[in-house]
């Protein structure tokens, strides 16, 4: 196996963010598969790919993706499967447009090409959290159309009332245990095979479901021999679990800017999430100027 990477990315906004990544990551150890959000306007595929010069790159625009909808999942299957497809890979690293990395890129292989065969999957426990136990109890229609129309929320309540009363429960037509967490990941080539094996009881199981993408993957680990190779294995919310910077304390998640940079730098995550460049666009250039200069070097 060739110790290279694929780097899979959903994107729908932040596009100078995007660049700049892929500028930052151009590797010869690195192909990128990026899938475009098909409900956007933004299809200027070759300026994307003219940030790369030693990288492969893949670019698709296939699904309308909606937050909180299955379309995530199936957006995030068909990314691995491209690249899966395409070769066998060390590790698939899953990012979106608002993320950077924090680390030189050598840095960032170096680490993970040296921890192989470890996963890397954040888990906010190793059961489901009670206040989501009714997403995946319940069905809940029309997820796409929650954050665009308020109507949607009270028609969803009125339809859970009626399953409580009907003493519906889905959850209890599989023996599985669920778990949830972050939805970007790095893991390795035999666990993208297995969740690809597992692709129509995923879907199946999760369509309908509030924020399927932050559970499918735990759910499927959690029930399977890859729980005991998980990078850490304590189920206890740590987000070096998945090598990602994400605070939830400051904002759903916050969103960094300049004053945050030498945390960024010196902490131990090899990616961050979340930035704006509607927000703050010194700290995107901070953290690109140094990290180029430091692959420059």
Avoid at 245 to 271: A, C
Avoid at 273 to 291: A, G, S
Wanted: proline share 1%; net charge positive; glycine share 2%.
């Amino acid at each position: 196996m060739k110790n290279r990477h694929a780097i899979l990315i959903i994107a729908h906004n932040n596009f100078e963010i995007l660049k700049r990544n892929l500028e930052l990551m151009d590797s010869y150890d690195i192909d990128f598969y990026i899938h475009i959000d098909k409900k956007i306007k933004y299809k200027n595929f070759l300026e994307l790919s003219n940030c790369v010069k030693k990288s492969g790159i893949k670019i698709f625009s296939c699904y309308e993706v909606y937050w909180g909808d299955i379309s995530l999942v199936k957006t995030t299957l068909f990314l691995l499967e491209k690249a899966s497809n395409n070769q066998e890979y060390l590790y698939y690293h899953l990012l979106s447009s608002s993320d950077m990395i924090i680390k030189p890129i050598d840095e960032i292989l170096k680490f993970f090409n040296s921890n192989y065969n470890k996963e890397f999957v954040h888990f906010e426990d190793n059961k489901l959290p009670k206040i989501k136990v009714d997403w995946v109890k319940y069905y809940y229609f029309f997820t796409k159309f929650v954050k665009k129309y308020k109507f949607i929320l009270i028609f969803q309540k009125i339809i859970l009332i009626a399953q409580k009363i009907l003493k519906i429960n889905r959850s209890n037509r599989t023996k599985l245990d669920f778990a949830s967490g972050s939805e970007w990941f790095s893991i390795t080539d035999k666990l993208v095979k297995y969740v690809l094996k597992n692709k129509d009881m995923i879907l199946k199981m999760f369509n309908n479901t509030i924020c399927s993408d932050e559970m499918f993957l735990q759910t499927l680990i959690l029930n399977s021999e890859f729980k005991d190779y998980l990078y850490n294995n304590k189920f206890n919310n740590d987000y070096l679990s998945c090598m990602r910077m994400i605070d939830w304390n400051r904002g759903k998640p916050y969103v960094y800017k300049e004053e945050d940079f030498k945390d960024l730098i010196d902490s131990p995550y090899m990616f961050a999430r979340k930035f704006d460049e509607r927000i703050d666009m010194n700290i995107v250039n901070k953290v690109y100027l140094k990290l180029l200069n430091e692959k420059e070097a």
